[in-house]
């Protein structure tokens, strides 16, 4: 069984940048892509970004790219999410997941993703 433990986050002005982590552990596999998802109060979740291991390769949510990059450290099974250039309307509960065989077509689909981290708050505003 995964487990998916973040950190980071928090309060930002707007134009500030904020990292935050996944660690996975226990479960893995050699196959699967660790990913974020953001959900706005009211709003659907909305696919952020994803890496794939072991490839390494990255995928991006639609106008996010040139902004928020994905990194991770294979060592430690961990992913990052950098943000930068922020925007109030960025401001969302932050959520790291686990996709087991992934391919192109289901990086994006939140219900292919089997396990789930705690959530994080970004908040950006004044």
């Known amino acids: 069984q995964v487990t998916l433990v973040q950190s980071g986050g928090g309060l930002v002005q707007p134009g500030g940048s904020l990292r935050v982590s996944c660690a996975a552990s226990g479960g893995t596999s050699n196959s699967y892509a660790l990913a974020w998802f953001r959900q706005a109060p009211g709003k659907e979740r909305e696919f952020v970004g994803a890496i794939r291991w072991p490839n390494g390769a990255t995928y991006y949510g639609d106008s996010l790219r040139g902004r928020f990059t994905m990194s991770r450290d294979r060592a430690k099974n961990t992913v990052f999410l950098q943000m930068n250039s922020l925007k109030p309307e960025d401001t969302a509960v932050y959520y790291c997941?686990?996709?087991?065989?992934?391919?192109?077509?289901?990086?994006?689909?939140?219900?292919?993703?089997?396990?789930w981290g705690q959530g994080t708050q970004v908040t950006v505003s004044t």
């Open positions: 997941a686990r996709q087991l065989n992934p391919i192109t077509s289901t990086i994006r689909s939140t219900d292919r993703y089997d396990a």
